[in-house]
């Protein structure tokens, strides 16, 4: 089918059950994978991008000409410079420098200009804490104010766990109507709140677990905050999976060299989580999202790609 924009390509990723991976490691159970990173923004961040900027036109609070700004850790800028640039907004994403230079590559790719915050003085580089989120929420909101720009807000807006709501969590049930489990590491919090509520909704026996890295201090970029997010609601969270930086970069590395998988770093995380769910519920089926691309983290493998 010929599309009219890259847009339209947006959302509809498929899902692959992680068959070699469960046998290698003889896990009892079923691992199922959808593929967010094939996307055109290569995340599941082109998902909310679209739609919190089709919901501003619609209702008004986005006019022609108005430039879009947004606090991101990349992915999210990744994604709202493409669809600004398709339709013909100007777009400013506000970062840390700690994050990697090939989300910043990528924004700029776009047509969109990257307003970079330097890190805070007690943050190892490369690793961004809340720390450095506080000082990019700063910058952000001065920026904001100065142009008159429409803030995107995906950390408050509820329009973020709405798009998975509509859209990501439909096309799960689609795809894997028998689901016991949901694994999903917590940036914004935007994909587990939306898929959770659906998925309970369809089957409350559905366990819904959110992925959090053990440290606070820790190399998984775009999450792992330790912050509670306006919209995270209790009564669709069975519990927290912490995970090290050391089985988040193993499970990784597994899924890209046994699956073929091209995951990035967090997908890592949602695998070792999936792992540890089978370990204690043996038989049962579990779901994780494959968040973005390795491509994304090209320099962290560069500099080593260790844990600490």
Known sequence: MIQKSILDLIG????????????????????????????PGFSKKDRIAKFIIEQAEASGNLKPGMTVIEA??????????????IKGYPFIAVMSEGNTPERRFMIEQFGGRVELVSQHPDSP?????????????????????????????QFTSELNPLAHYTHTAKEIV??????????????????????????KEQNSDIKCFIVEPTKETHIIQGGGYFKKVPFERVENCDGRIGITCEQTLLWQKEILTVEGIAAGISSGSNMAAAVHYLKENPGKSVLVLINDTVLNYVSFYARGGHAH
């Not at 692959?16 to 469960?22: D, Q, Y």
């Not at 961004?128 to 920026?143: A, I, S």
């Not at 795809?175 to 998925?199: H, M, N, R, W």
């Open 12 to 39: 509809n990723t498929p899902v692959v059950e992680l068959t070699r991976l469960a046998k290698k490691h003889s896990l009892n159970g079923r691992v199922f994978a959808k593929l967010e990173f094939m996307s």
């Open 72 to 85: 991101t850790s990349g992915n999210t800028g990744i994604s709202l410079a493409l669809t600004c640039a």
């Open 125 to 153: 580089p490369g690793k961004v804490t809340g720390k450095d989120l506080g000082l990019v929420k700063e910058r952000f909101e001065e920026l904001a104010s100065e142009l008159n720009a429409f803030k995107v807000g």
């Open 174 to 199: 689609q795809a894997v109507p028998q689901l016991d489990a949901f694994c999903d590491f917590i940036g914004t919090g935007g994909s587990f709140e939306g898929i959770a509520k659906y998925l």
